[in-house]
């Protein structure tokens, strides 16, 4: 190197190096900053320092015509390339990125990047380095040599020396020889137009870039490195990015396995950054709960110092940091989720490069107050709130378009109609799947549309095509709905699974529910659901006539499925004709747990009186009747729940009587199966069940009185009735009933 030329040879997202790097630039004062980025990112560097671009984020460089060929460059504040590209745009310096074009990474075959010699390179130069000096722990030596520091210039001379003898001997790789073969070129560009010129790059390349050496490799030679070499057409974008993902290594930049304490000693440099982490740790303690006073902080900062010095280290570092905290505070994996990793998320601006549809996402983010976070959170929406309705579309059509950022869950009041319960957490990589359905349209409820009529043309099963209908209404996408429709009724119209048809009622009875709460049109399900409905009531005895185990515990589920979905939309069907169906079932030949289930269906929908249902029940469970198909009846008529045993003491009795009847060898055969079936209910069903054949009285639970106020019980009848979605009469019809 000359005084024209400087190489600061760092280490990706490392805090120290990062400090070196500001010290040095405000000593050289450069004309021009070169970074190591790939070479298109120059023009997304302006972005740098402004506020909308907070960091961690990184440059999203992918092939234009195949999105899900990309790859990122993450950048956090305490990255060095972060600190010069923003110490250069304050400093109005010019600043370019000199690595490979991405255009021909991206466009390179995997058989290019090959050593020509493997068993000559080394495999990880810090440990070279720190093995030299007696360090088992590479990262360790390097965060005491390094990243604690943040020297200035003095430190990139010892770098440099350091990896000139590391890389002696060693053999590069093909796409490495490009890429420094690039850097050395636009090197000595700069060179011609300045006097003082700056490189940022990772400390492996310093020896190889530097053009001023004796042993310098010719500009001629780059120039048949890099002749010929196959392009693609990129773009390149700001997306963020956050501490969790930098984690691990991805694309060009490095991964750092403690990025929320890289970011402290950046940000608290020296002895008295670690008393202020465990300020921080005391903190996070005491939002979960967890005891940490004073003392504790004393203690804690003294023992990490102590440390230190058992362990001979120069400093205290990470693990003295929570060993001590550990040892003192407790709440290890607390401390280190919270400011080891740490859940630090980036953000970027409108006018920053980003494509459509990515654009029109953050402005519905930030319409629908739903930030994107990499934590795991679970929000509830009432969807009879404009911002709950809006959040509850937003969610459902990125699910539409193939990017999971929420789950609906069993939550709170999930069984309403007006309420949702998501599971929600961003992840980084998801820009990437934006990027690549960016072509199916410009907006989320545009790309989402034309993603689901995509995905339902392809569907394979009947079910499948009932839940993209009933995802489109819940998206709210009207231009999904009726191409779907059409697709479901002609689908319909030709399968001849029973089993396939009854399974589409339950999405499509769902569809409807959500009709009234979100104002979508369900005319349009009515036909599809009613053509259905008549079929699974033509074929299903048909295909109940012969079934397996198997095959009769799928038809018990979907016989339940139906009846819910027939009950959910109050179906016409579900008061005459699903239970002429079922009492075809419960009475003909077929499967024990098929008419098990029947019956029970017939029980509880009020179709069979109870001496009915126990003529039928005693007759399955009579000494003619072999066990195994006794016990299937049971199975078929009590699963899920033991409620109707509990309050029919009939009932009770037959089954009671017909277990003791059994003999030994058929009760050994029977007991496995009736195990399955009564270890399903809940447990207070059990205990009341024990305490029933045992002889004790069924608990009662006593009543509300007589002395109830007349006015105060209408008006909660009132509520009820509103609840129920009821008539509420008025003071009129009122005094007209009395």
């Keep these: 190197m000359t005084e024209r030329l400087h190489l600061l040879g760092i280490r990706h997202h490392g805090p120290g190096s990062a400090r070196s790097v ?163 070129k636009r090197i000595r560009a700069a060179l011609k137009e300045h006097e003082r010129v700056v490189v940022v790059c990772g400390a492996w390349h310093v020896p190889a870039i530097d053009v001023t050496g004796s042993g310098a490799t010719s500009a001629s030679a780059d120039a048949a490195t890099l002749r010929g070499l196959p392009k693609a057409k990129v773009a390149v974008s700001w997306v963020p990015w956050t501490h969790q993902r930098l984690a691990t290594a991805t694309g060009y930049g490095a991964g750092v396995r403690s990025p929320g304490w890289y970011d402290h000693v950046f940000r608290h440099p020296g002895a008295d950054g670690v008393a202020r982490f465990f300020v921080d740790a005391a903190q996070v303690l005491r939002r979960a709960d967890l005891s940490a006073s004073p003392d504790h902080l004393i203690a804690a900062t003294r023992m990490a110092d102590a440390l230190a010095a058992l362990r001979h280290r120069p400093r205290a570092g990470l693990d003295e940091v929570l060993d001590a905290a550990d040892a003192v505070m407790g709440g290890r994996p607390l401390v280190r989720r919270e400011l080891v990793v740490g859940d630090a998320i980036g953000s970027v601006p409108d006018d920053a490069p980003q494509v459509p549809l990515a654009r029109d996402l953050a402005k519905r983010q930030r319409s629908a107050r739903l930030k994107p976070e990499s934590n795991d959170a679970t929000v509830e929406l009432d969807l009879r709130t404009p911002n709950g309705l809006r959040r509850s579309h937003l969610l459902h059509q990125m699910n539409a378009i193939g990017v999971p950022w929420g789950t609906l869950t069993e939550g709170r009041g999930s069984s309403g109609t007006f309420r949702e319960t998501w599971d929600v957490a961003w992840r980084p990589e998801w820009s990437i799947r934006v990027i690549e359905y960016a072509g199916y349209g410009t907006t989320v409820e545009q790309a989402a549309a034309n993603r689901l009529i995509e995905r339902a043309g392809s569907a394979a099963r009947l079910v499948d095509l009932a839940e993209a209908l009933d995802l489109a209404l819940l998206a709210d996408l009207p231009d999904a709905v009726d191409p779907i429709v059409h697709e479901l009724a002609t689908r319909a119209a030709n399968d001849p699974d029973v089993g396939d048809l009854m399974a589409a009622l339950g999405p499509l009875a769902t569809a409807q529910r959500y009709g009234d709460v979100r104002t979508t049109d369900r005319d349009a399900l009515a036909s599809v659901f009613d053509g259905l409905v ?30 819910q979905a027939l009950a959910l939309v109050d179906h016409v069907a579900r008061r005459r004709a699903f239970p002429e169906v079922l009492e075809q079932l419960a009475d003909g030949p077929g499967h024990g747990l098929v008419h098990g289930r029947s019956t029970r269906i017939l029980h509880d929908a009020g179709r069979w009186a109870s001496d009915v249902v126990e003529r039928r029940l005693g007759r399955a469970l009579s000494g003619g009747t072999p066990p195994a198909v006794g016990a299937a009846f049971v199975e078929g008529f009590l699963a899920g729940s033991g409620a109707v045993l509990v309050h029919d003491a009939d009932l009770l009795a037959v089954v009671d009587r017909w277990l003791s009847s059994l003999r030994p060898e058929a009760f050994d055969e029977t007991v496995p199966l009736l195990r399955r079936t009564f270890g399903a209910f809940e447990s207070a069903e059990r205990r009341q069940l024990g305490r029933l054949v045992a002889g004790e009285q069924r608990e009662v639970v006593a009543g509300y009185g007589a002395d109830l106020d007349p006015e105060r019980v209408e008006a909660a009848l009132v509520t009820v009735r509103h609840l129920l979605g009821l008539h509420v009469a008025s003071d009129v019809d009122r005094s007209g009933a009395r």
């Design 22 to 184: 500001l010290a040095a630039l405000d000593e050289l004062d450069p004309q021009v900053v070169l970074v190591e980025s790939p070479a298109e990112t120059t023009a997304a560097f302006e972005w740098v320092g402004t506020e909308g671009l907070v960091p961690p984020v990184a440059l999203l460089g992918h092939v234009i015509d195949q999105p899900h060929r990309a790859v990122f460059a993450p950048l956090a504040s305490f990255s060095p390339e972060w600190q010069a590209i923003r110490w250069a745009n304050e400093h109005e310096v010019a600043v370019e990125a000199i690595d490979l074009p991405l255009a021909v990474t991206l466009a390179a075959s995997p058989d290019d990047d090959r050593l020509t010699d493997a068993a000559t390179a080394p495999v990880d130069p810090l440990g070279a380095l720190a093995a030299a000096a007696g360090e088992p722990d590479a990262e360790r030596w390097w965060d005491d040599v390094i990243e604690h520091r943040g020297d200035g210039l003095p430190a990139f001379a010892a770098v440099a020396e350091a990896m000139a003898a590391v890389r002696a001997g060693s053999v590069t790789s093909t796409s490495e020889e490009r890429r420094e073969a690039h850097m050395r």
């Design 534 to 563: 008549v079929r699974v009531l033509a074929g299903v005895v048909p295909a109940c006539a012969s079934l397996d185990d198997d095959a009769a515990a799928l038809m018990v589920e979907r016989l339940s499925e139906t009846q």
